[in-house]
């Protein structure tokens, strides 16, 4: 059974640092993974997808990896913004499309 | 910029009673799935769908549960008598074959 692990489980830095986030999930027989970010309340935002073929995706000041040997994938957030401040999910599919997904590491950017 | 969009974005309802969460998916999408996320924990799946047939479904997706595609551009999750263990948030989404999953806002459905 896939089970995705996401550490921290909160994290909070001041506005403007670099952060990685990790993702590592135990069956690396995946097809693609999706980042998402969770605001309070809210829905799921899709930020990167990675096909099973790429080992990374990059959208503005967004890079997320890919590692399936090793189980793990990352999310660098670059020059950090209060904005940024939400709940990070990550989720792997494998099979008929099913997500499954982290628990989510909260971040906090302070001003 | 497409959106899924999903109602009733709040529901109450009584435990035992039936309840329909609505969705309209993004319209040149033909996956369609719902997760829930019971509060504090993980988003999990419920169900996925594909040229009219289920393609997959979790445990949590018994025989209370039904899907469907009444026309062209709905897609509904009925829970048939509620639990007060149904109470969560319920999200839509819908993609394109292989690609990236795009989700709703949720509708929170409380039961009592």
């Known amino acids: 059974k896939q089970e995705v692990t996401q550490i921290p489980a909160a994290l909070s830095v001041p506005e403007g640092e670099n952060l990685v986030l990790n993702c590592s999930f135990t069956?690396?027989?995946?097809?693609?993974l999706q980042w998402f970010r969770q605001d309070p309340g809210k829905g799921l935002t899709s930020l990167l997808l990675?096909?099973?073929?790429?080992r990374e995706q990059t959208s503005g000041r967004l890079n997320a990896s890919l590692d399936k040997s090793s189980g793990r994938s990352t999310l660098y957030i670059a020059a950090s913004q209060p904005g940024d401040s939400a709940t990070y999910l990550c989720?792997?599919?494998?099979?008929?499309?099913?997500?499954?997904f982290g628990q989510g590491t909260r971040l906090t950017i302070n001003p | 910029e497409p959106e899924v969009t999903q109602t009733p974005s709040h529901q109450v309802t009584q435990m035992g009673q039936e309840v329909i969460l609505r969705c309209v998916p993004i319209?040149?999408?033909?996956?369609f799935y719902w997760y829930r996320q019971i509060l504090g924990q993980k988003v999990e799946f419920l169900v996925s769908?594909?040229?009219?047939?289920?393609?997959?479904k979790s445990e949590i997706f018994d025989d209370q549960f039904s899907v469907e595609r009444p026309d062209g551009s709905n897609f509904t999750l009925k829970i048939r008598s509620t639990k007060l263990e149904d109470s969560a948030m319920y999200f839509c989404?819908?993609?394109?074959?292989?690609?990236?999953?795009?989700f709703g806002d949720g509708t929170r459905l409380s039961i009592l």
């Open positions: 319209s040149n999408h033909l996956y």
């Open positions: 769908f594909y040229n009219n047939e289920i393609s997959e």
């Open positions: 990675i096909q099973s073929s790429q």
């Open positions: 989720a792997v599919i494998r099979g008929a499309q099913k997500l499954v």
């Open positions: 069956d690396s027989a995946i097809y693609n």
């Open positions: 989404a819908s993609s394109e074959q292989g690609m990236a999953q795009h």
